[in-house]
């Protein structure tokens, strides 16, 4: 513990990193002891003060798209920009107070070597606190604070994440001594990704794939594994069931890093949501914080794409919605968004119209496989 405490000394005196560290429990108790020891001591010092927290700023001004100097694997990363947490603020110090709570409990579940998710964060809380803590957003955004502060992983905060992804194909896992598991016999419903980030990273994996195909919906991804088009086109098929959760993202990145050939393709909506989905896979995102950078992948928008509309009945398109258009403004508002890609959606805003990839059944219910083959093929995707 005495060498964890010297590191993170020297941790808090260097304000230039901009990452989270993955630290073990004494790590990053020693961290969560030092805040506290620099708070105490500017509170017991000649002239007393409340000290603020200076946290990375996440937010767009403060993000970049950094590129990769080996890949072509890009990603969000948070520059030394700095917003504080002030008990000085009346708008800023019940933020502020959220930010011990939350450290003290993930002292306490360290401690007692246990993991836990956030919703179980929040109840707790929500009972012990609840002048603090009225809401799963509040718990959210302060982990993200704690994160921002210790710069450390959530994970090595000991929260765990809630994960809703499948997987299926020519995949085999295996954690260690543990049996094997075939994801191509796991039947349509696939097999569970865990929510236990470091069973995901301890995963042994093995494939004869030669893709990987990231599916936004989850009736879409059960359509194709039951088709097994896994089997007519050589792949692995993930899904998190719309927004991706930390977990499959993981997952996902894993498999970019261990299957580096293997171009990894998307099949989403053709609408503003379906793109920000894509861009949180190919991304991270700037709510991830200094985490963001551990789950980029190079995905590449396979469909459903502006030139695949006229595969689709006009009846089949549906106006955009206002929340459509405020995640397309959202979009074009950012940096990371790549030509081609505003280009379409740019396409998607002045026509009003978005299709979902269920129109393509138009043409009958194994279609799919079909037009995922032809695109392949011609590598048709960007």
Known sequence: MEEACKSSLNFFSDQHLCHADVLSPPEVIARIQVAVLNFLRILTSPAPAISDLRLVARKSSNSRLSQGL?????????????????????????????????????????????????????????????????????????????????????????????SRGLVAGRLLLQEPNQGVVDCAACGFSGHGISGDLSSIDSLIMKTDARYII??????????????????????????????????????????????????????????????????????????????????????????????????????????????????????????????NYREELTLMVESGQRAEIEALYFHGYDYLGKFIAKKIVQANYI
């Not at 704690?146 to 959530?154: F, G, P, T």
């Not at 580096?260 to 709510?287: E, H, M, Q, R, Y």
């Not at 595969?311 to 403004?329: G, M, N, T, Y």
Request: hydrophobic share 45%; net charge positive; glycine share 4%.
């Open 70 to 162: 080996l890949t072509q694997t890009s990603w969000i990363f948070l520059t030394n920009a700095f917003s504080t947490r002030s008990l000085a603020r009346p708008n800023a110090a019940k933020a502020f107070i959220r930010v011990w709570k939350v450290m003290a409990m993930c002292s306490q579940i360290l401690g007692q070597e246990k993991k836990v998710t956030q919703r179980e964060i929040f109840y707790k809380l929500l009972c012990d606190s609840p002048d603090y803590f009225s809401s799963q957003s509040q718990v959210n955004r302060t982990v993200q604070d704690v994160v921002a502060l210790l710069r450390c992983s959530r994970y090595s905060l000991g929260i765990m994440a809630s």
């Open 214 to 339: 990231v599916v936004e919906k989850h009736a879409i991804f059960q359509r194709l594994v039951d088709d097994r088009v896994f089997n007519q086109i050589p792949s692995i098929l993930i899904t998190a069931k719309g927004y991706p959760d930390i977990a499959t993202r993981l997952l996902l990145h894993r498999m970019s890093r261990a299957f580096p050939d293997l171009p990894i393709l998307a099949l989403v909506d053709w609408n503003p949501a379906g793109l920000a989905i894509l861009c949180t896979f190919k991304f991270g995102s700037i709510g991830m914080g200094l985490e963001a950078y551990r789950y980029a992948c190079n995905v590449k928008w396979l469909g459903v794409r502006g030139d695949d509309l006229e595969l689709i009945p006009e009846q089949a398109l549906v106006p955009l919605k206002p929340k459509d258009l405020q995640i397309a403004k959202s979009l074009m508002s950012s940096e990371i968004l790549q030509e």
